[in-house]
């Protein structure tokens, strides 16, 4: 092989390797860039109500994504908000709010049972209910500034949460994901607001059907 064609062949290949390194550059910054949006959020979004995880595992890759907590809070009656949201530059949101109620489980389950296929676990007195894109999780609570026998049926905390626009997952493991999601909210909103009765929370919820 002559000079000139051993030096020409060594161009191909630095220029060869030059364009796999620009693309490699490139994909890696598209990935920093464009897809970790959620990754940037606090370990703890939600003034530390949930787990990020929890809600990367609902919502697709963003470029950029923002969550807020908030505890609205009457003290002397023992009304109280908590709202929180996780949501991508996308348009994804996972979001759900919790507030106190006064329902049995039956009367509870019963606002559900015509919105569709109801899936259902426990814990003790803890219960979940997941739809297709929602939850809701209900908790014994007395609130502050409330006596447990002003209920007419049993005070509690009840959450609702959901997703809006596209998810990372669907059917049961989106279902799962949104029971995690509310359950967390359920037992950060009940230290934090002050229900009135001690209570030790479980790690996680039973895990639904289909997803153990």
Excluded at 155 to 170: M, S, Y
Excluded at 203 to 208: S, V
Aim: charged share 25%.
């Amino acid at each position: 092989m002559s000079r000139q064609m051993q030096a020409q062949r060594k161009k191909r290949v630095l220029v060869v390797g030059a364009s796999c390194l620009l693309v490699a550059a490139a994909l890696l910054g598209y990935v920093e860039i464009f897809t970790q949006g959620l990754d940037r959020l606090p370990a703890r979004p939600c003034s530390g109500a949930v787990d990020r995880e929890t809600a990367a595992r609902a919502l697709p890759a963003a470029r950029s994504a923002e969550e807020r907590g908030r505890l609205r809070q009457d003290r002397t009656d023992g009304d109280f908000l908590f709202s929180c949201y996780v949501r991508t530059s996308g348009g994804s949101v996972i979001s759900g709010e919790v507030q106190p109620g006064d329902a049995s489980t039956r009367t509870w389950r019963a606002a559900y049972a015509s919105d569709g296929r109801l899936s259902e676990v426990a814990a003790g007195d803890i219960s979940a209910l997941t739809l297709e894109n929602s939850s809701a999780v209900r908790v014994p609570c007395t609130p502050p500034g409330r006596k447990p026998g002003e209920a007419q049926q049993t005070h509690v905390l009840t959450v609702d949460a959901r997703t809006i626009g596209e998810t990372r997952v669907h059917g049961d493991e989106l279902r799962q994901v949104l029971a995690d999601f509310a359950y967390q909210l359920a037992r950060h909103t009940y230290r934090t607001a002050g229900c009135q009765e001690a209570r030790t929370f479980p790690e996680e919820l039973p895990r639904l059907p289909g997803t153990e």
